[in-house]
């Protein structure tokens, strides 16, 4: 079975310091991992993918499969980062999981 | 090029009863997935379907059912409401093919009270 685990509920940090948001997984094939971001008001959206390597909005993410991990980091976070977070697994058999998401405040 | 829509945005259901659930795709996207997210939670994923064929299911009992159409629009059905079922429902749609084909542009869900 494929599960999909943010061990924080709430994370708060200030302006300008750096954010690490954490997701494990467990999959015994090759899965394919994402984050989603959820603004106030606004509907869930990709913020980027492992497959892709690329940073989006000065996030990264790295997929280590030693760890099972892939932890969404930035180095200076900003206001509008505050949002909810959610780590996905997606498999080849059609079926893909979220974590229950982690919600960030970054304070003025 | 149109996002995903969803409709109703809110509705309201007594337990037993059935309702049907509406969405329609993002334009050239053939696949659909199909989440129910309860309060506090992620998404937890019902079902997918790919070029109208069901391609993946989450634990969900039969009473939960789908349809993709011939333009790729889709429909959620639940049968013998529970008080459970009450949620937000979330359609997303995604390419199915190509480099992108997992990518999941969700709609703006259907929030379902089951009194």
């Known amino acids: 079975a494929q599960r999909v685990t943010q061990p924080e509920k709430l994370l708060s940090v200030f302006k300008g310091a750096p954010v690490e948001l954490k997701c494990n997984y467990s999959?015994?094939?090759?899965?394919?991992l994402f984050w989603y971001v959820q603004y106030s008001r606004q509907r869930l959206q990709l913020l980027l993918r492992h497959i892709s390597r690329e940073s989006i909005k000065g996030f990264t993410a790295d997929l280590n499969k030693g760890e099972t991990s892939f932890h969404l980091k930035k180095p200076f976070a900003q206001e509008e980062d505050s949002a909810m977070y959610y780590c996905?697994?997606?498999?080849?058999?059609?079926?893909?999981?979220f974590g229950d998401g982690t919600t960030l405040t970054v304070k003025p | 090029e149109t996002g995903v829509t969803q409709s109703p945005t809110h509705l309201i259901k007594t337990r037993g009863q059935q309702v049907t659930l509406r969405c329609s795709s993002q334009s050239g996207h053939n696949t659909v997935s199909w989440y129910q997210q309860a309060l506090g939670q992620g998404p937890q994923f019902i079902f997918q379907?790919?070029?109208?064929?069901?391609?993946g299911r989450g634990n969900f009992p039969p009473r939960f059912s789908g349809l993709q159409f011939p333009n790729y629009s889709s429909e959620l059905n639940v049968n013998a409401l529970e008080l459970d079922d009450s949620a937000l429902y979330l359609c997303?749609?995604?390419?199915?093919?190509?480099?992108?084909?997992?990518?999941?542009?969700f709609g703006p869900g259907t929030r379902l009270l089951v009194l």
């Open positions: 996905a697994l997606a498999t080849n058999a059609g079926k893909s999981t």
């Open positions: 997303a749609s995604s390419p199915g093919d190509g480099p992108d084909q997992e990518t999941q542009y």
């Open positions: 379907y790919y070029r109208e064929e069901e391609n």
């Open positions: 999959y015994s094939g090759s899965p394919e």
